[in-house]
């Protein structure tokens, strides 16, 4: 087990350069598979999701090789299995992703169902719905989801019920498998959607965004393998962003694009951060004190559900009582406790909302109705060190960071699964002055 020891109450001063988001990374490897030839991808994240996908392709018999720094060749030509191992479904989400690829192949697929973090119920109705209206037949049996297309993959019209990144990229990729144009509603948004939409219009496909959230997808086209940079990781932009704001220091974020954060720099400004946007990137940086203001995560191009918990550390160290109602994922406050252990004042609350199950992106009806799903933090509560145990990606990053305003000495346990998502977190923000010892057992 991995951990960190951090001597906080320093300001974080310098600049960081983002890898490949982590959320197109793995989903353009998976990508890869549906076309003719070898893809070689750049920019790829360091990241711990990426190896393990590039485990579950060489699994299935397809040919994965590094290339260069942050560079892979992916080859479909000698896939050969349709079962993706069972030890693959607890530590990835990444294994229904694969449902076109062997579709397409084979036209069947077994799955482990997926992990991945603990936030709560991940539902894979939204993807299996829009699969059966494509004649795919499914079922689910000892934690693994059986696909077939017994009479082939047709085009239609699917209305996602609830908005889904993850259910918009695989129904895409099943869309191109299918003879005829697929337009799917209520899709979303994210720019990591958009980059496998450019990945898989640059290898010869014919998918376009219209208004409305509709994607319009012309399926049955070959495929030809491309090269292709991935984009950077926004969520990793996040971190460090709230890293100079926590600490009172002075971050510049090579790579961060302004369009991809407008709903993060808004709540930036109105909170009195600065920032200023740059060709190569954008510089954060604490000014004078902070102030409270009230967040909903929403679907992008709202507030991310994935900025959420960074945000609320934040929350901690500015005037004020802020208010955060998490609608995207039922349970994603596993770390309020570890703050209040640290000093901060949180109280958890229940929104008072006319219609929760049309408010909340996650299903409310089988929600734990013990679970809160709002927060009001006091500040500026000063944040004492303490000893901590990393429970998933995000709440990892977030305890560092908190670590890094505190005062005093921090123990964060179970680190390596903040590799998960963030490439080298604890060697770049010591690399921004963070005192930090990293220790690898």
Request: net charge positive; with cysteine; aromatic share 8%.
């Amino acid at each position: 087990m991995s951990k960190f020891i951090i001597q906080g109450g320093k300001p974080l001063v310098g600049g960081v350069r983002l890898g490949g988001a982590k959320n197109a990374s793995f989903k353009i490897m998976i990508a890869a598979l549906l076309c003719q030839g070898k893809s070689r991808l750049l920019n790829l994240a360091k990241i711990g999701d990426v190896g393990t996908t590039a485990e579950i392709i060489r699994s299935l018999g397809a040919y994965v090789r590094p290339c260069g720094e942050r560079t892979i060749f992916i080859d479909p030509a000698p896939f050969d299995k349709f079962q993706i191992p069972d030890k693959f479904g607890e530590i990835s989400r990444a294994s229904l992703l694969f449902a076109a690829p062997l579709i397409k192949k084979f036209g069947q697929a077994v799955l482990p169902l997926p992990g991945g973090d603990k936030i709560g119920k991940r539902p894979i109705e939204r993807h299996l719905l829009g699969f059966k209206k494509m004649g795919i037949v499914s079922k689910i049996e000892k934690n693994r989801l059986y696909l077939s297309a017994p009479r082939g993959v047709h085009a239609t019209r699917y209305r996602f019920p609830k908005n889904t990144h993850t259910g918009t990229e695989n129904l895409i990729m099943m869309a191109t498998v299918a003879e005829g144009t697929t337009v799917l509603e209520n899709a979303a948004l994210e720019t990591e959607i958009d980059d496998l939409i450019y990945f898989l219009n640059r290898a010869g496909g014919k998918i376009k965004r219209l208004s409305g959230r509709r994607i319009k997808i012309i399926g049955g086209i070959k495929l030809k393998g491309q090269t292709h940079a991935i984009i950077p990781d926004a969520n990793e932009a996040v971190s460090y962003a709230c890293a100079a704001l926590a600490t009172k220091g002075d971050i510049a974020i090579e790579e961060a694009k302004e369009k991809d954060l407008a709903p993060f720099l808004e709540k930036v400004k109105e909170i009195g951060g600065r920032y200023r946007a740059n060709h190569w990137g954008i510089r954060f940086w604490w000014q004078k004190p902070l102030q409270a203001t009230n967040m909903t995560t929403k679907p992008f191009p709202g507030f991310k559900t994935d900025w959420q918990p960074l945000w609320t550390m934040l929350m901690t160290q500015a005037e004020g009582t802020s208010q955060v109602i998490e609608a995207i994922y039922e349970d994603r406050f596993k770390f309020v406790p570890a703050l209040i252990k640290m000093g901060a004042k949180i109280d958890f609350f229940q929104p008072k909302v006319k219609n929760p199950e049309k408010f909340y992106n996650f299903n409310y009806k089988d929600s734990n109705p013990n679970t809160y799903h709002g927060i009001k933090i006091h500040g500026p509560t000063p944040l004492k060190g303490q000893k901590m145990v990393a429970q998933n990606l995000r709440h990892g990053a977030t305890l560092t960071i908190a670590a890094l305003t505190a005062h005093g000495e921090s123990i964060i346990e179970n680190t390596e699964i903040i590799d998960r998502g963030y490439e080298n977190l604890g060697k770049k923000l010591k690399e921004l002055g963070g005192r930090i010892k990293i220790i690898n057992d």
